[in-house]
């Protein structure tokens, strides 16, 4: 009998590949004989069963594999606006423009046989997004035919189409003359696209989040907070206690957890007073690594981090800092669900089939239960106010020299503070309220990194680079 609750049939010198083919589908979430890249697909069906039973015990996922593709169908506890889809060559998120495009000509391309013509392709889209307020196809506009080309090449690099002959680019150049032919995966498509519930029939995006199905018991109430607990630290970079209710917090802090997913990704867990880390060593399981080797927004992020540590622990500034509670992270969620749900269309919902708000999150104004867990108490956080944050920008381009900042920030300080903050808000560590930000634990991690400044350059300048061998992680 395996001494381990996962990977139990895997011998320990083939864990490593079990490991990377977990990672894999966990980072991607969909992977072709193409995507992310070659050889990946065979790993993922290698391991497709052992991978399909660990999922759906750890996290209540659903792993769905063919000869094609393998795909990870995904519960959601919450909505969080750190994640996107991003352009193939130019790694930017996709905007609501090419969002709805990417619904519009997976539409298109189900009602279509097994090849199609760009030109073609774009007469069905157009009056489908014409029928749209705000959104319309005009073939005269660059930007809308620059949005058909960036989902194009997003489903071309998934493979989901295959081009046969002729060029986009020759399109978008005029598309009169310029044409492309394409090849389509309807298996591909299909798997690319499938919410849990028909979209038509929502009032409210709650109904794409999980809803607990296993009864209101205490042993099912433990297991779907483990599933949920196991769920935010493999989806998160770091899971604070204070931010779940108490029954997800007590999952959080179980030996087994760690242990479960320690053998799941090879990664460790960190546990802390705060909450709980799955740190990747292998810089190859996150879309956000930090700190490291990345662009001009990674750098500043981690300076920025070294003077916020600077501010706190020099004792005639730090006296001066106020500690504000975080605002609570239900009525967080609360408003970003209104907001996403002012989009929803109204018209034509069925209203015999439709799904009423609480319906959808599963939960009724008036059957609250006496004994759900109370959230954690969260504590009081250091509040660094925009000005200083502003202050700490200057210092560093005074520091390093406007050029070391790339030539798209050199004279931008405070777009690349916006960019900056951002990244640490996604990353958890920092919280973004009205007037600045909220300086949250995990943040302390990297308070020594002022011990890898790079040292100035030959012509006088610092390098803003941090040496591989020396960062904290």
């Known amino acids: 009998m395996s001494a381990h609750r996962v990977a139990t049939s895997v011998e320990t010198p083939d864990l490593g590949s079990y490991q990377q083919a977990a990672r894999l589908m966990l980072l991607h979430g969909f992977v072709t004989e193409s995507y992310p890249r070659a050889k990946a697909l065979a790993l993922v069906l290698q391991w497709a069963d052992e991978l399909a039973k660990d999922f759906r015990d750890l996290f209540g996922y659903s ?38 495009y990417l619904c519009l000509i997976l539409a298109c391309l189900h009602r279509s046989r097994v090849e199609i013509n760009l030109a073609d392709l774009v007469k069905l889209l157009a009056p489908s997004a014409n029928a749209i307020e705000h959104l319309g196809f005009d073939a005269t506009s660059p930007g809308h035919k620059d949005a058909v080309v960036d989902v194009m090449d ?27 032919l394409f ?8 798997a690319l696209f499938r919410p849990s519930k028909p979209l038509q029939h ?3 995006a709650a109904g794409l989040l999980d809803t607990p199905t ?3 018991g205490r042993d099912p109430r433990r297991r779907l907070a483990a599933q949920r607990a196991r769920r935010l630290l493999i989806e998160y970079p770091v899971v604070y206690f204070g931010d779940t209710d108490t029954e ?11 242990e479960d997913l320690t053998r799941l990704t090879g990664l460790p867990v960190e546990r802390r007073a705060e909450g709980v880390m799955l740190v990747d060593t292998t810089g190859h399981f996150t879309d ?7 662009g001009a927004v990674n750098r500043t992020a981690g300076l920025i981090l070294a003077k916020v540590a600077d501010l706190r622990e020099d004792p005639d500034r730090a006296s001066s800092l106020r500690y504000l509670l975080p605002p609570d992270p239900g009525e967080e969620h609360a408003d970003l669900l209104s907001r996403i749900d002012m989009a929803l269309p109204q018209a034509g919902t069925l209203e015999a089939l ?16 006496p004994a759900a867990p109370e959230q954690e108490r969260q504590a009081s956080l250091p509040f660094v106010e925009h000005s200083a944050l502003e202050q700490m920008i200057t210092e560093l381009y005074e520091e390093f020299g406007p050029s070391s900042f790339t030539n798209k920030w050199q004279a931008d300080p405070s777009g690349l503070l916006a960019e900056t903050v951002t990244l640490l808000a996604d990353l958890r560590l920092v919280h973004i309220v009205p007037g600045g930000v909220l300086v949250r634990p995990a943040a302390g991690r990297y308070r020594n990194i002022t011990a890898v400044l790079p040292r100035p350059a030959h012509e006088g300048q610092f390098a803003l680079d941090f040496p591989t061998e020396e960062t904290s992680r």
């Open 63 to 100: 792993l769905q594999t063919s000869a094609r593709h393998a795909r990870l169908l995904r519960r959601l506890d919450a909505f969080d606006d750190s994640q996107a889809f991003l352009t193939v060559k130019s790694k930017r998120p996709f905007d609501r423009r090419r969002l709805a």
């Open 154 to 180: 997003w489903l071309v690099d998934r493979g989901a189409l295959r081009i046969s002959d002729g060029s986009m680019e020759d399109w978008a150049r005029d598309h009169d003359r310029g044409d492309a």
């Open 183 to 190: 090849d389509i995966d309807h298996n591909t498509c299909a």
């Open 202 to 204: 929502l009032v409210s």
């Open 214 to 216: 296993a009864g209101t």
């Open 248 to 258: 997800t917090a007590t999952a959080l802090r179980q030996p087994t957890l760690a």
């Open 288 to 294: 956000k690594r930090f700190p490291g080797r990345g």
């Open 354 to 369: 439709a799904h009423g708000r609480h319906e959808d999150t599963g939960h009724d104004m008036d059957d609250t239960d």
